[in-house]
């Protein structure tokens, strides 16, 4: 289990997919439903910004 969470593709896939259920997650308990709010008003875009984050967080740093 530890050769697969030092993978980096597994890692970067898991926190995309991760990222995206917690963007949907934030729409389908509390999004805007009137439709005002550009990201949470629609689940697919929530979604996409969610999994957006999980890449951003689980992109591999620089060592040092």
Known sequence: ????????????SFAIIAGSAIGFAY????????????????WYISTIYGGVA???IGLPSKKK
């Not at 289990?1 to 970067?12: D, G, P, V, W, Y």
């Not at 729409?27 to 629609?42: A, H, V």
């Open 27 to 42: 729409y389908y308990f509390i999004g805007c439903y009137s439709g005002t709010c550009p990201i949470t008003s629609t």
């Open 1 to 12: 289990m530890k050769s697969l969470l030092s993978n980096t593709k597994f890692r970067i």
């Open 54 to 56: 999980g890449l951003l």
